[in-house]
Antibody, heavy 122, light 108 residues
Framework: QVQLVQSGAEVKNPGASVKVSCQAS????????ITWVRQAPGQGPDWMGWITTYNGNTNYAQEVQDRVTMTTDTSTSTAYMEVRSLRSDDTAVYYCARRRGTDSDGYYFDYWGQGTLVTVSS | SYELTQPPSVSVSPGQTARITCSGD??????AYWYQQRSGQAPVLVIY???KRPSGIPERFSASSSGTVATLIISGAQVEDEADYYCYSTDSSRNHGVFGGGTKLTVL
């Protein structure tokens, strides 16, 4: 069965960086993209961007594009997302999810990881 | 930036039909999707491509999309359907994903 397993919770100081991993299993990794979504406490989900796994192409949300890098390691079926220059408002649960769909019709996410809580606090 | 607008809350009695709307200018060109999120859990896809139901999702969940408004319909809502529901789509220019603000469904 399809599974996405994320790395554990992190606590970081403001200004630091965090790198969250997402290991996929149960499907051919480079046949689907990976998206990252975050959800601040008490808020709705926010799309952060996605990566096309077979060629590494990325598309980032404007709000985070200067501080976020998404990568993959196809040898281990693992996706990574790094956020730099962390601020208190980056405190959120970060989810990876498998991306489906097309450019013309739009993309969506069918399987999700369990989420990784990143807390930014001094 | 592109926005999807949902009502903050909807309340129905058990067995009634709940309707949650989502409005967005690009919905005539892009599919709408619906996610259910229970407290402390990851979102779950309940509707894809405007009106299709993934396997394992109860038949009481259905949806439609007309013009700039997509609607999630829960026929015969049950107590276990209490959750936050988010519509999702992509903008028509940069293919960026967008979630609606979410609707809290109360069934009591």
């Amino acid at each position: 069965q399809v599974q996405l397993v994320q790395s554990g919770a992190e606590v970081k100081n403001p200004g630091a960086s965090v790198k969250v991993s997402c290991q996929a299993s149960g499907y051919t990794f480079n046949h689907y993209g990976i998206t990252w979504v975050r959800q601040a406490p008490g808020q709705g989900p926010d799309w952060m961007g996605w990566i096309t796994t077979y060629n590494g192409n990325t598309n980032y949300a404007q709000e985070v594009q200067d501080r976020v890098t998404m990568t993959t390691d196809t040898s281990t079926s693992t996706a990574y997302m790094e956020v730099r220059s962390l601020r208190s408002d980056d405190t959120a649960v970060y989810y990876c999810a498998r991306r489906r769909g097309t450019d013309s019709d739009g993309y969506y996410f069918d399987y999700w990881g369990q989420g990784t809580l990143v807390t930014v606090s001094s | 930036s592109y926005e999807l607008t949902q009502p903050p809350s909807v309340s129905v009695s058990p067995g009634q039909t709940a309707r949650i709307t989502c409005s967005g200018d690009a919905l005539p060109k892009k599919y709408a999707y619906w996610y259910q999120q229970r407290s402390g859990q990851a979102p779950v896809l309940v509707i894809y491509e405007d009106s299709k139901r993934p396997s394992g999702i109860p038949e009481r969940f259905s949806a439609s999309s007309s013009g700039t408004v997509a609607t999630l319909i829960i026929s015969g809502a049950q107590v276990e359907d209490e959750a936050d529901y988010y519509c999702y789509s992509t903008d028509s220019s940069r293919n960026h994903g967008v979630f609606g603000g979410g609707t809290k469904l109360t069934v009591l």
